[in-house]
């Protein structure tokens, strides 16, 4: 028997055959970590003159996850929409599922590849000075302006 706890992550679901085997274990607790649903919903709902409805979505993501997760989706949901409007051969994208690139593709047509690529530089910028202690404000407020002005 261990004396000190022993954790296990693994990147994706694991089979319900692994699962049943820990379970049978004596003091084996099994947890399952999803993102919460609003954060798709956010990431959906990125659009040109939907200011409203993505600062409503983000405030309500920010109460149940951290900034600087959301800021990481965010930035990733960008890069994604670049390469689906550019056809960038980018690792990321080879790794979405058909639906999920048909989904890019069509938010993605919604902007011009110039204003993806400004938002992608002011997330850029926003990281930088977050990570460099020279931000103004928090990331919350930052990430509130990003939407108000998108």
Same mark, same amino acid.
């Given at each position: $028997?261990?004396?000190?706890?022993?954790?296990?992550?693994?990147?994706?679901?694991?089979? @319900?055959?692994?699962?049943?085997?820990? +379970?049978k274990?004596?003091?084996? @607790?099994?947890?399952?970590? +999803?993102? $919460? /649903? *609003?954060?798709?919903?956010? &990431?959906?709902? *990125?659009? $040109? =003159?939907?200011?409203?409805?993505?600062?409503? @979505?983000?405030?309500?993501?920010?109460?149940?996850?951290?900034?600087? #997760?959301?800021?990481?989706? *965010? %930035?990733?949901? *960008? !890069?994604?929409? &670049?390469?689906?409007?550019?056809?960038?051969?980018?690792?990321?994208? +080879?790794r %979405?599922? $058909?639906?999920? /690139?048909?989904?890019? !593709?069509?938010?993605?047509? &919604?902007?011009?590849? =110039?204003?993806?690529?400004?938002?992608?530089?002011? #997330? #850029?910028?926003?990281?930088?000075?977050? +990570?460099?202690? !020279?931000?103004?404000?928090?990331?919350t407020? !930052?990430?509130?302006?990003?939407?108000?002005? #998108?």
């Open positions: $028997p261990f004396a000190n706890d022993l954790m296990c992550w693994e990147g994706k679901v694991a089979g @319900t055959m692994l699962l049943n085997r820990f +379970k274990a004596k003091g084996v @607790t099994i947890e399952l970590f +999803k993102q $919460p /649903a *609003i954060i798709f919903n956010l &990431l959906d709902s *990125i659009l $040109p =003159n939907n200011a409203a409805a993505m600062l409503g @979505t983000l405030n309500e993501a920010l109460k149940q996850s951290e900034p600087e #997760l959301i800021f990481y989706m *965010i %930035v990733r949901q *960008i !890069r994604l929409l &670049l390469a689906a409007l550019t056809k960038a051969d980018i690792s990321e994208m +080879k %979405v599922a $058909p639906w999920q /690139a048909g989904k890019l !593709r069509k938010q993605a047509l &919604l902007f011009s590849e =110039n204003k993806l690529l400004q938002l992608y530089k002011e #997330l #850029l910028i926003i990281d930088y000075q977050m +990570k460099t202690g !020279r931000s103004a404000t928090n990331l407020k !930052r990430l509130q302006y990003v939407m108000m002005n #998108l």
